[in-house]
């Protein structure tokens, strides 16, 4: 966890409300470094319906192998969370550690060992010491409160500068609904299916099924166009709990994605998922600018997405940006490579609104003064135009400056 906030952090952190049915607490259990926050316990009202998405990473992590078999019951009782070894590439030590934690939880909260999800993150190929759990579990069961989500956020830091959080409030049927939400992450970000570790909390009355097709829906455009490095981790996971509450007020029970009446909720749902991925390119490490790269006039939106993330993934265009350099150059170096549709003669390039290349060759307007001041600025928008067809897509991702290096030179250390 870095000591300097990223540049790019938020101004404003809102404040996050209760949400009835979901109780937390955080401690430091010692798992890799002392005197912080490292485990995160989120206490769930019998009848909470659980959905999730994980990495689509060959190699993932115990506690991802764990909360994919047990989604299939679709309730959950119990969060654990903890910061500073992923128990990833642990083997059967890795696993016999999730299957401690869960058994050392359940036995705290009083539930089945089925309903307790688990997420680990921190350093790859190190044993996790679940005995560290015992004892500390039980007295986050006992003093978990309602309310306070940015502790939580900063338990599961790493690498991370600042706690991310968000929420929004929504009406569905005659009662309002909550969903709050919470994520880390700033290295090792390429998310396939999630992001390093997210969680979504709502008072809605919505069965697991329809949560599921919600959550599916929900992070291709926004987790799932964030980038800062290309890299997919081990770990990625996002889950979404609803605990029902407000069906006492008046909110209808849901059981299908498609219910007209959730029509409020999915666009309440999914600007918390689009704001939290936000966060995370703008906690890259490292990271100085924020950058926005939209790519229209693509065959299909598939094809869109495929050359934005070749853009957003080139160290030579966020290394350029880095500079404070507008080199249209390594963009299109960036299109080329995409393996996609692309027509050199078609294609025109913008940064911050500037047009630097028209029709495959240098804007005749160009200025590169103009240019060079607008590279200055903390947000860089680049627009791609390839002139195909109407697939249009749109990704985040950030430059990449010697920080990045610093921090991951030495990551372990």
């Known amino acids: 966890m870095s000591s300097a906030v990223s540049p790019l952090a938020p101004k404003h952190v809102p404040d996050m409300p209760v949400i009835a049915g979901v109780r937390l607490a955080t401690a430091e259990a010692g798992i890799r470094y002392k005197n912080r926050t490292d485990v995160l316990l989120a206490l769930l009202d019998k009848g909470t319906a659980v959905a999730g998405v994980f990495t689509k990473s060959k190699c993932p992590s115990a506690p991802v192998e764990w909360c994919r078999a047990k989604l299939r019951g679709g309730k959950a009782r119990a969060l654990v969370v903890n910061s500073g070894n992923a128990n990833a590439f642990t083997g059967k030590t890795g696993r016999a550690s999730t299957a401690l934690t869960a058994k050392i939880a359940a036995k705290a909260v009083g539930c089945s060992e089925s309903e307790i999800f688990l997420a680990s993150t921190g ?23 309602p309310g306070d989500y940015l502790a939580a956020a900063k338990a599961i830091m790493t690498t991370d500068t600042f706690p991310k959080v968000a929420t929004r409030t929504v009406k569905l049927g005659k009662a309002k609904v909550t969903i709050n939400g919470m994520a880390k992450g700033a290295g090792m970000i390429a998310p396939d299916m999630a992001t390093m570790l997210s969680f979504i909390f709502t ?21 799932n166009a964030v980038t800062i490095d290309g890299d997919t981790s081990t770990s990625d996971t996002l889950l979404a709990f609803a605990t029902g509450a407000a069906a006492e007020h008046g909110a209808p029970r849901i059981s299908r994605a498609s219910d007209p009446r959730l029509k409020a909720f999915v666009k309440a749902f999914n600007e918390v998922l689009a704001n939290l991925s936000e966060q995370v390119a703008r906690d890259g490490e490292g990271a100085r600018k924020l950058v926005e790269i939209t790519v229209e006039g693509a065959k299909t939106k598939a094809s869109a997405r495929k050359i934005a993330m070749s853009i957003a993934n080139s160290p030579l265009v966020k290394t350029a940006i880095a500079g404070e350099d507008a080199n249209w150059g390594r963009v299109v170096m960036a299109v080329g490579k995409a393996g996609e549709p692309a027509d050199r003669d078609r294609l025109s390039i913008s940064f911050n609104g500037i047009r630097v290349a028209k029709s495959g060759a240098r804007d005749p307007s160009y200025d590169e003064a103009q240019v060079s001041e607008a590279m200055k600025a903390p947000e860089i928008a680049i627009k ?3 002139g195909l067809g109407k697939g249009r897509d749109r990704v985040l991702t950030c430059d990449l400056t010697k920080e990045y290096v610093a921090i991951n030179g030495d990551y372990r250390s």
């Open 384 to 386: 791609v135009s390839l």
């Open 123 to 145: 350093v790859i190929g190190e044993p996790l010491d679940a005995t560290k759990f015992d004892g500390v579990l039980g007295r986050l069961a006992e003093t978990a409160e």
């Open 203 to 223: 008072d809605a009355p919505i069965a697991p099924a329809a949560l599921q097709a919600l959550l599916k829906s929900g992070v291709e455009d926004t987790f």
